[in-house]
Every structure is written in C-alpha cells, then in structure tokens.
C-alpha cells in the first residue's frame, strides 16, 4: 500500500467540491478543462465559475476517475482556486498541489501532473481560445506508445520537475510504465534536456519583448495584454477598435471595429499598427489577419 499522508487520505475519503456547475448567472462564465484517458487509467475534467468582470474564480468542481491520489489532488486543487483570479491561477504548478496534500508518493506524482494540465486546458477555454491542452505537448515524435506520450511533453515535464532518471519520468507522466520498450529514449531525453537547460522563465513583460520562448498559454496571454494594453487605446483615438478571434500557432486572427472596420486603410492599420506592435513585443514571427 501507497504511503499517503492524512491529507490525501481525508480527500480520498471525504472528497470536496466533486459534481458539475450547474448555476450559473450573468456576468459568469463555466469553462471546464479536461485531460487523460480512462483506457490509460486516470481521467479529470475540472469545472471553473470566473466572475467574468473581476477575473475571480467563484466556484470549481471536479469529477475524476482514478486512484486516492487522483480524487485527492482533483479535490485539493479546487481548494487551492477558489478565491483566486485567473491570472493567479495560471501560476499554480502540479508542485503546489502535491505540496498542499503535505506531500505525494513518487509513483503518483503524475495525479498532480493530470491538475495542473486540466488547469491549463479551463484557462485556455476561459480566454476563448480553442486549442488542445498543452497543444505543443502533442507535437513531436511519439516516445511512449502505451500512453501515447510525445517528446515535447516529456522534455517539459522534466524541466518543470527536475527530474533526473527515468523512473521519476514514469511516476509524473506514466510514460515507460507500460512495456519499458522506450525507457531508454527517455535516458536519452533527459540528457538532452541537461545539455541545453531551458532558460528560467521570468515575468512577462508588457513593453518590451521576453527573452526566453514562451509557453503556449504565456504567448496568448502576451497577445492579449499588447492588444489590451497598446493598441486598443491608440485605434480608439480615431474612433477604431479591435477585438481578438483566434490564434493559431503564429497567426493571430481579429476583427476591426468601429472606424477600422469600414476605413479604406484598414490593411495598413491591420500590418502597419496591429502586426508591427505584436513583432516588437511578443515575437518576429507573428503574422495578424483580419477576419
């Protein structure tokens, strides 16, 4: 038997916040963010109540199917939200809810891990972004084909984790519990990871552009901040408005308002202001259009 601590065990036993959102008034906004796969053994779908005005998260609930750790760190991590804004959500790793729990054993680690991705995948739908968790994660070779686990998605969860060997790998993603046939490509991964350490993530900045590559959820966080903050008041000035639609990769596809819209030099405002600003201060690769 696993050793849990008390925490685990009475979340375990005496789950809070489990069920669905079903109440929801104007001004509210129910996402819900879902990962895993009941055929791999763990599934979650976390469900967020944001007071759309303030940012807050007023409720979060969840339903899980899994271990004690899994309804453990499912019940901890709606706990944790409760009372935070979305942006202060965004900064709670699988680290903090493991470390609410007093702690989880090595092998289920990847519970916490399963969180903070259900998380991630709510806040996406929340800014109206359309993307599968941890999109990037998705890409890249196919190292575990048991659990279907990428490259990409192993390389993160190392750096974030600091792990060294491939057992720690199996506990926090599960990838090489199956048949073992790729623990040695994760050696392999790891090593790499070392040999190139991703640069310490800092504070996003919103007037100068970020040194280090940014996550998917830290770029359209960015986007959505230079739009916000630097152009949508420069295009008001003249009686024009802009509005985020999607972004896809380096895309970023928005509406012109107001004035913009029906101006005759609206392609010029769409590259010259919109997309220029976004290259100076998020990346040179951006391409905006309108849609």
Excluded at 190 to 210: C, M
Aim: charged share 25%.
């Amino acid at each position: 038997m696993w050793e849990y601590t008390e925490k685990v065990m009475d979340l375990f036993y005496n789950p809070q916040n489990q069920g669905t959102i079903t109440d929801q008034k104007e001004g509210e906004k129910v996402v819900s963010g879902e990962v895993g796969s009941i055929a791999c053994g763990d599934a979650l779908s976390l469900h967020l109540k944001v007071n759309e005005a303030s940012g807050e998260i007023l409720d979060a609930k969840f339903q899980t199917f899994g271990c004690a750790s899994a309804i453990a760190s499912s019940s901890a991590l709606t706990a944790m939200l409760k009372g935070k804004t979305i942006d202060e959500a965004m900064n709670i790793k699988n680290q903090d809810i493991a470390g609410y729990l007093g702690g989880l054993p090595e092998e289920k680690m990847h519970c916490s891990v399963m969180g903070e991705e259900a998380l991630e995948a709510a806040i996406f739908k929340y800014k109206g972004i359309e993307v599968e968790v941890h999109e990037e994660d998705h890409e890249g070779a196919l190292v575990c084909s048991c659990f279907a686990i990428t490259e990409n998605k192993i390389k993160r969860v190392i750096r974030e984790n600091n792990l060294k060997t491939a057992e720690e790998v199996t506990n926090y993603v599960k990838a090489g519990g199956g048949c073992g046939s790729c623990l040695a490509d994760i050696d392999d991964l790891i090593e790499s990871v070392y040999e190139t350490p991703e640069p310490t993530t800092q504070q996003i900045p919103t007037t100068t552009k970020p040194a280090t590559k940014l996550t998917n959820l830290q770029k359209i966080t960015l986007i959505q901040q230079v739009l916000e903050q630097e152009v949508r008041p420069v295009l008001a000035e003249d009686g024009g408005d802009v509005e985020l639609f999607d972004i896809d990769g380096d895309r970023v596809l928005v509406t012109l308002k107001g004035a913009c819209g029906t101006c005759s030099s609206a392609m010029a405002t769409l590259k010259g202001a919109i997309e220029a600003t976004l290259k100076e201060r998020v990346s040179e690769s951006i391409v905006v259009e309108s849609v």
